[in-house]
């Protein structure tokens, strides 16, 4: 932006992401609308359709797409993070149950998804999981407290026992490949708690650093 008085160029900072319905079409003929609590936090071209829920203190980063326009509904507990670049989507017509409920994309709390990482319904994430830069979860249920390693993929209708350990690109597409997996080290177990912990403060540091004077249409005024 250029200030005329000093003839100096200043960045133009805008806050804008996009939050909406999902379009109707033959697959979801009824318009959803994401509910997303207030004290979560919605980086700068975040972009979440359709029926999603997002609970308490979860950060969402800068370029993550959670699109419930196929798959639905999407849900994502308390105290979890996608960071940047994160996507989620699902397939139509197809779940996971938790609690007698139906979910394309189930997130539990306190999850970490790093960095390029792909989760894709249908999908269950208990609560306490690491997934790593670029890693793919697809129709897959990983149990809590596991660490999904960086550029692993886990698919094939696999479950993952609880703190499982899916080594760095790891292709985990049998049950037979999940059910013999190792406890995620204790190394890995401090690293992710360590991301868990960073992670927990950008919501409330964010949206300081931000402002609450936000308009409706996401601008900071």
């Known amino acids: 932006m250029w200030n005329h008085s000093s003839n100096q160029f200043y960045p133009l900072n805008i806050y804008s992401y996009f939050v909406g319905p999902n379009p109707q079409t033959s697959v979801n003929p009824s318009l959803k609308y994401p509910t997303i609590s207030k004290t979560a936090f919605l980086s700068p071209f975040t972009f979440i359709v359709g029926d999603v829920t997002i609970r308490k203190n979860t950060?969402?980063?800068?370029?993550?797409?959670?699109?419930?326009?196929?798959?639905?509904?999407?849900?994502?507990?308390?105290?979890?993070?996608?960071?940047?670049?994160?996507?989620?989507?699902g397939l139509k017509n197809k779940y996971m149950e938790v609690n007698s409920m139906k979910f394309s994309i189930y997130i539990g709390d306190w999850v970490s998804c790093a960095h390029g990482s792909m989760i894709h319904g249908p999908c269950r994430v208990d609560d306490h999981v690491f997934i790593g830069f670029n890693a793919i979860v697809y129709n897959a249920w990983i149990g809590e407290g596991s660490f999904v390693s960086k550029g692993s993929v886990v698919t094939g209708g696999v479950k993952l026992k609880p703190n499982s350990f899916v080594p760095p690109g790891a292709s985990i597409d049998t049950q037979e490949k999940a059910n013999v997996l190792s406890q995620v080290p204790i190394s890995e177990e401090k690293f992710a708690k360590e991301v868990q912990r960073v992670n927990q403060e950008f919501p409330s540091a964010y949206s300081l650093f931000f402002g609450e004077n936000r308009c409706s249409c996401g601008l900071s005024c």
């Open 59 to 89: 950060y969402i980063a800068p370029f993550v797409s959670l699109r419930a326009d196929e798959g639905t509904p999407f849900y994502i507990g308390r105290n979890t993070n996608l960071q940047d670049g994160v996507i989620l989507h």
